[in-house]
């Protein structure tokens, strides 16, 4: 088990360009979920996936972003145009139903530092 | 909507000592889920511990126990006999039961240091 998978590790741009973040989930998960950590609102999630359909994306927070998940072993997260403010951690993690319980914690990804400048 | 509170941003507890880190939250359900996860310095998230609402017996995990309220909607961490490894940000989340995957609600964090 490899776990959760994603890339690049840190990713350091300049305001105004476009970044997309990669996530491969833990294989056989069917729910997939993208968090953003900041010192100041601490973990927040972005939006999450059930069976790669989207299924809350309230918390994504401006139009500049958006997620996809074309099939179950991949995810993006694009910023476009980012922005400083987005400068942050950003966490994949997923979860396999399959586990047998809907207690199934999730397993989460070394995640992305990304800084704007 | 649920929220999670730590209201301890920091603590700091000796090497071999225990330490209780707090944890309240809000909800008008009656199955959940609570956890606890740990954030060291590498950043990694890691599930310490797990706690079902309509289960009345506190989990344990080896040093780490729970002492779950759940009409005061209370929900904190005992970490027995600390070593410095323990040494990290601490979270605690909620998680309703609907029959389906539902998402994770977090609270801000607790830094725990150890201290030899």
């Known amino acids: 088990d490899a776990g959760v998978i994603q890339s690049p590790r840190h990713e350091v741009t300049e305001m105004g360009q476009e970044v997309t973040l990669r996530c491969k989930p833990i294989?056989?998960?069917?729910?997939l979920f993208w968090y953003r950590q900041t010192m100041m609102r601490g973990l927040e999630l972005l939006i999450y996936?059930?069976?790669?359909?989207?299924?809350?994306d309230s918390g994504m927070p401006e139009d500049r972003f958006s997620a996809k998940m074309p099939n179950a072993s991949f995810s993006t997260l694009k910023i476009q145009p980012s922005e400083p403010r987005d400068s942050a951690v950003y966490f994949c993690?997923?979860?396999?139903?399959?586990?047998?319980?809907?207690?199934?914690?999730?397993?989460f990804g070394n995640g992305t530092r990304l800084t704007v400048t | 909507a649920q929220t999670v509170t730590q209201s301890q941003p920091e603590m700091s507890v000796q090497e071999a000592e225990t330490v209780t880190l707090s944890c309240t939250y809000d909800?008008?359900?009656?199955?959940?889920?609570l956890f606890w996860y740990k954030q060291p310095p590498s950043r990694q998230m890691i599930l310490v511990i797990r706690?079902?609402?309509?289960?009345?017996q506190n989990a344990t995990e080896n040093r780490f126990s729970v002492n779950f309220q759940k009409a005061a909607k209370s929900f904190s961490l005992k970490i027995s006999d600390s070593q410095l490894g323990d040494t990290a940000m601490y979270f605690c989340?909620?998680?309703?039961?609907?029959?389906?995957?539902?998402?994770?609600?977090f609270g801000k964090g607790t830094k725990l240091t150890v201290n030899p």
């Open positions: 993690a997923s979860r396999g139903l399959s586990q047998g319980s809907y207690n199934s914690p999730l397993h």
């Open positions: 294989s056989g998960h069917n729910s």
């Open positions: 996936f059930n069976n790669n359909v989207p299924i809350d």
């Open positions: 909800t008008s359900e009656n199955n959940y889920y």
């Open positions: 706690q079902e609402a309509y289960k009345q």
């Open positions: 989340a909620f998680m309703k039961h609907r029959g389906g995957s539902e998402k994770l609600v």
